[in-house]
């Protein structure tokens, strides 16, 4: 028994994402949509369900092409707060992000969570010269800096997946995981109270 406890924790170091952060799931009465905050070592990061019909109506405002609305819209897209809690700087780079998600046979594959650059470069493409929205790629924070924006995982409406996450505290890398991170559903059914 011991010899396995050993090779768990082991497994965790070597895969640099143990997770210690202090996790809560709270869930919108009205919607039932679901938000996970995590916070750890000076660290917090919040993850807010989004509908894909709110996507659509955010980037129709902003005159994107019906094709690229679609595509974002296809993504299950979540709204991301960060923030330094710390007394340190702070720092954050997205392209260190992955995600986990599991096969029928539960072998785990790691994917990179897609980058505001990466969206960027393939709005250009389309034409589009927007660039707000989505969470900025690098974040150096002081102390009490906080930013927010999109981040978009390329799931099924019903894919769970794990969010694997790292951010550096004066130079000292720090490592997190949000597991079972549902993605937004397609739409949600709200009961208006007669008063």
């Not at 974002?72 to 330094?84: H, L, R, S």
């Not at 990466?118 to 102390?143: C, M, N, Y």
Request: proline share 4%; with cysteine.
């Amino acid at each position: 028994m011991l010899n396995k406890i050993i090779l768990i924790n082991f497994v965790l170091i070597i895969n640099g994402f143990a997770n210690a952060a202090n996790i809560n799931i709270h869930k919108n009465e009205e919607s039932g949509l679901l938000t996970w905050t995590a916070e750890d070592q000076g660290f917090t990061i919040e993850l807010i369900q989004l509908l894909p019909d709110f996507v659509r109506a955010i980037y129709e405002k902003h005159n994107f092409p019906k094709p690229e609305i679609e595509r974002i819209a296809e993504y299950c897209v979540f709204g991301t707060i960060v923030k330094n809690t710390s007394s340190k700087k702070l720092t954050y780079k997205v392209k260190n992000w992955r995600y986990r998600i599991y096969n029928s046979a539960g072998s785990a594959q790691l994917r990179p969570v897609k980058t505001k650059t990466q969206w960027l470069e393939e709005w250009r493409k389309a034409g589009i010269t927007f660039s707000w929205t989505l969470l900025p790629d690098v974040g150096d924070f002081e102390v009490g800096d906080w930013q927010q924006g999109f981040t978009t995982i390329d799931l099924s409406r019903k894919g769970k997946f794990d969010l694997l996450y790292k951010w550096q505290l004066d130079g000292v890398e720090h490592t997190g995981v949000l597991e079972n991170v549902e993605c937004p559903p397609t739409t949600v059914s709200i009961q208006i109270e007669n008063e």
